[in-house]
């Protein structure tokens, strides 16, 4: 069982098109984060998020925490076949007193040109 | 030159094997990490370190093990490879704080036939 679900698992949509995918938990979250892979790469940090019902936008993409810190959401408008890949959320855990991320298994979005 | 390199990109290996993947950064964290992806499941910890003198087990460290041979390199050794063991891993660093993301290398695809 994962912490952090995200949903869909899979979205494939026409270029120019809106879309929003989500990260949710039954635990609070001090922060989390999302990022980015693409094939053949690590993934990469888009945003941070720490503060509960904050909102970060990164060019056409928008980030939500959730105002319980259970939950996030990333919007993207006009979506591009450039923001094809697969979307990580991810939040720090801590086994004693060490910090470590957990990971969801993220979406995997796939703009049609 | 990227900032976490990992060596090889790609390996095919027999069961039974033993075999030895490679991770070295530039950005002077003293936090890394294996992470193991698989279609579905995400990313899973496998192994992680705060500095050359301490070693943790992840959630997945069965058949596994780790050496931290310098602050910049962290490798991760399949003992004796098994198939369930196919799977994209991956090596990140980390500095110390709760906003700060992780930095990833690009993987490595492990093939165990």
């Known amino acids: 069982t994962q912490l952090l679900e995200q949903s869909p698992q899979f979205l494939s949509i026409q270029e120019g098109e809106n879309l929003t995918v989500y990260c949710n938990s039954s635990?609070?979250?001090?922060?989390l984060q999302w990022y980015r892979q693409e094939p053949g790469e690590g993934p990469v940090l888009l945003v941070t998020v720490v503060t509960g019902g904050e909102v970060k936008k990164l060019k056409r993409l928008t980030f939500q925490f959730g105002d319980a810190r259970k939950d996030s959401s990333l919007h993207i408008t006009a979506a591009q076949p450039g923001d094809t890949g697969l979307y990580l959320c991810?939040?720090?855990?801590?086994?004693?007193?060490?910090?470590?991320?957990?990971f969801g298994s993220g979406t995997q979005l796939t703009v049609l040109p | 030159d990227a900032d976490v390199t990992q060596t090889p990109r790609n390996r095919i290996t027999k069961t039974g094997k033993r075999i030895m993947l490679e991770c070295s950064q530039t950005?002077?964290?003293?936090?890394m990490y294996w992470y193991r992806q698989d279609p579905g499941l995400g990313l899973r910890l496998i192994y992680y370190s705060f500095d050359v003198k301490d070693i943790n087990k992840g959630e997945i460290s069965d058949g596994y093990s780790v050496s931290r041979q310098a602050q910049a390199k962290f490798s991760l050794s399949l003992e004796s490879a098994i198939p369930n063991q196919t799977a994209l891993y991956f090596c990140?660093?980390?500095?110390?704080?709760?906003?700060?993301?992780?930095?990833f290398g690009s993987g490595t695809r492990l093939t165990v036939v």
């Open positions: 635990s609070v979250f001090s922060s």
């Open positions: 991810a939040g720090p855990i801590f086994s004693g007193s060490a910090r470590q991320l957990t």
């Open positions: 950005k002077g964290h003293d936090r």
């Open positions: 990140a660093t980390s500095d110390y704080g709760s906003s700060y993301g992780y930095t």
